[in-house]
């Protein structure tokens, strides 16, 4: 079917405010994966779902940052408490399982 | 952890000029892809290529695992081939893609 969609394309947000995330993959694909892009860097890993579970969230920066996949498919990065340094592209992409990953068009968020 | 390191960092060519981007990784992995970050931030899959010689129109991409490197080539550069282009590589022990830093292709018309 269609690529990874992300949604929203932009998130403006105040400091200290509860902002989520959403990710939806290739049909078919049941490893997703989050990861995060600062101006002028490479993405940076932030957690990796096979199926339900968060096999790796060994990249996520600190407990403000949260990520389901209740079913298998949608998944939702959720940050509390923004702040500032976390503005970003958010990134989103998914595989099977240790092949090839295909990215979304990505979140940008800027915390104001 | 596994390093990644892209070269050069920058480039600028005239339309019509060939070139090659260096990809250099410090250990042994199971997937290496190539990406092309267009002006608006998309990042377009290339090739997956942990090994061996692909080809697609005017790019093609070489990994010798062996010796911890891939390149890519781009022939008869178009103005819309310029961006940031991204190798990215996932480690044997992990399944995150590892990045390198980016080389910035500016072709000039």
């Known amino acids: 079917g269609a690529g990874v969609s992300q949604t929203p394309s932009n998130k403006v947000t105040e400091k200290g405010k509860y902002v989520e995330l959403r990710c939806d993959p290739i049909?078919?694909?049941?490893?997703l994966y989050w990861y995060r892009q600062s101006l002028g860097q490479g993405p940076e890993f932030l957690i990796y779902?096979?199926?339900?579970?968060?096999?790796?969230d060994s990249g996520l920066p600190n407990d403000r940052f949260f990520a389901v996949r209740p079913e298998g498919s949608v998944s939702t990065l959720k940050i509390q408490r923004t702040e500032r340094g976390d503005s970003a592209v958010y990134l989103c992409?998914?595989?099977?399982?240790?092949?090839?990953?295909?990215f979304g068009p990505g979140t940008r968020l800027t915390v104001l | 952890g596994i390093q990644v390191e892209q070269s050069p960092p920058d480039l600028i060519l005239q339309e019509g000029a060939n070139s090659t981007l260096r990809c250099n990784f410090s250990?042994?992995?199971?997937?290496l892809q190539w990406f092309h970050q267009n002006p608006w931030g998309q990042l377009i899959n290339l090739f997956y290529?942990?090994?061996?010689?692909k080809q697609n129109g005017r790019l093609s991409a070489t990994t010798v695992a062996t010796e911890r490197y891939s390149l890519l080539y781009i022939s008869s550069s178009q103005t819309t081939d310029s961006g940031v282009y991204f190798c990215?590589?996932?480690?044997?022990?992990?399944?995150?893609?590892?990045w390198g830093a980016g080389t910035k292709l500016i072709i000039k018309p």
């Open positions: 250990d042994s992995v199971n997937n």
């Open positions: 779902f096979q199926g339900t579970g968060a096999a790796d």
């Open positions: 992409a998914s595989s099977s399982p240790g092949r090839e990953q295909f």
């Open positions: 290529i942990p090994s061996g010689t």
């Open positions: 990215a590589v996932v480690a044997r022990s992990n399944y995150q893609l590892i």
């Open positions: 049909s078919g694909h049941t490893a």
